[in-house]
């Protein structure tokens, strides 16, 4: 490679061409690229319509046209007229000549066959693959000339470039050009078209199969695709349903933990055993029950999305058994026994009772359903006295308390009467 006063791009291509038979053409298509451009741009219709009649257009790289144009002007003696005529650069032209004779003395002094002779495009397209691997690039769609290129980066492919529907290319230049507002582009030319199966077939070790997954906020489904790559660039995308279970759960869980989807079944009852589990936790270490974290809760979601790939999957699902399996079922029964959804009063009632955070827990009844309990009631081993609202037949707030024996001793007495004038119909022991 360093016997060739070129790009090293270039030094790999004459290597490889030796393997494919077309040294003679790789040491011409070096020698059109050291000067300056060849073809001038723009120019007429007339020039441009001569330039397709003569050079031709469906080529498979636009190194060919570059050919195609240096024997034109070779075979008419670099004549300015004749190169004007085509919109070729005579001078330029003139100056590949001796570069093109000194990559072949020096391809021969170093044992590479130069000799003349047909060849397949597709052997120097190879050779142009190999030499300029680190400038693959795709198409990013059909409405412009966007590309994307290895290693992360984008540019636009020349106007003039005869390969501009090849889906997959190298380029040989890449030059930085200047636009309105300061703004620089990118400019991909001098293309290649190439075949995914000669990178498979070149590059075995930079082709990687991979499964992407990613949310689609619009259809609220996981989208998965199995992707194609060469290096860092996606060859080709296949779609993957139903995607991975994992990662479709994962995706799923996320969006509803963000609050952009809603469970309709994580519910109050089930915000209700989580404080009820939280205020064990918090008093009675000793039952050993594991708390729920943050953490855990993501966990559970996730359990809770697994085989579903869309919100519709997962939108009706029962929560709470997922949540309550949290618990192993000897563990539940010491949250029921010690965090009760109910209480059992000494006078045979049964209230709710409620659980928030932040909050005492605590129940609401009427005056009339607290006759004859004396004692305020207590959870969690007796440890946590529960606080009772007590209300008035109409269900307005009476007193909260936490000690009810006060409240019938003390204050009952002196509300007794008002309460049973605006209440007649009802007991007043």
């Given at each position: ?7 090293p791009r270039y030094s790999r291509m004459l290597l ?119 400038r693959v690039g795709r198409r990013m769609d059909q ?287």
């Open positions: 490679m360093l016997a060739f006063p070129v790009h490889a061409a030796q393997e494919y038979g077309c040294v003679h053409q790789a040491c011409l298509v070096a020698a059109l690229t050291q000067g300056r451009d060849l073809l001038l741009r723009g120019g007429g219709k007339d020039m441009r319509n001569d330039r397709e009649d003569l050079l031709g257009e469906k080529a498979t790289s636009d190194f060919w046209i570059l050919m195609r144009a240096w024997n034109f002007a070779a075979k008419n003696q670099f004549r300015l007229d004749a190169c004007r005529q085509l919109g070729i650069h005579a001078v330029t032209a003139k100056q590949v000549g001796p570069l093109f004779e000194q990559f072949l003395r020096i391809a021969k002094d170093e044992g590479l066959d130069t000799t003349p002779r047909e060849v397949k495009d597709e052997a120097l397209q190879k050779c142009i693959l190999i030499g300029f691997s680190d409405g412009t000339l966007r590309c994307e290129l290895v290693h992360g980066r984008r540019g636009v492919l020349a106007r003039e470039s005869v390969v501009q529907k090849a889906p997959l290319f190298v380029v040989a230049e890449i030059r930085e050009v200047g636009g309105r507002d300061n703004e620089v582009n990118t400019i991909l030319s001098i293309a290649t078209a190439i075949e995914v199966e000669w990178l498979k077939e070149l590059f075995p070790d930079d082709i990687k199969s991979e499964v992407h997954v990613q949310w689609d906020a619009q259809a609220k489904r996981v989208m998965a695709a199995e992707l194609l790559r060469f290096r860092d660039l996606a060859l080709a995308a296949k779609r993957v349903d139903p995607p991975p279970a994992d990662a479709a759960a994962r995706l799923l869980a996320e969006e509803i933990n963000a609050g952009r989807l809603l469970l309709p079944n994580w519910d109050h009852h089930v915000e209700q055993w989580l404080q009820r589990l939280k205020l064990l936790g918090q008093h009675c270490a000793d039952l050993q029950l594991p708390p729920i974290t943050d953490e855990d809760k993501k966990a559970i979601i996730e359990q809770l999305c697994h085989g579903a790939a869309s919100y519709k999957d997962v939108k009706e699902r029962e929560v709470k058994p997922v949540v309550m399996s949290w618990l192993s079922p000897a563990q539940r029964e010491l949250l029921d026994k010690h965090a009760p959804e109910r209480l059992t009063l000494s006078n045979g009632r049964t209230p709710k009772v409620n659980y928030e955070e932040g909050r005492a827990p605590y129940i609401s009844l009427r005056i009339q359903e607290l006759y004859d309990v004396t004692q305020t009631p207590k959870i969690a081993l007796g440890r946590v006295p529960v606080t009772v609202h007590i209300l008035t037949p109409g269900m307005k707030p009476i007193q909260v308390t936490q000690d009810l024996a006060s409240f019938w001793r003390e204050h009952y007495p002196k509300i007794k009467s008002e309460l049973a004038r605006k209440y007649p119909k009802h007991l007043w022991k």
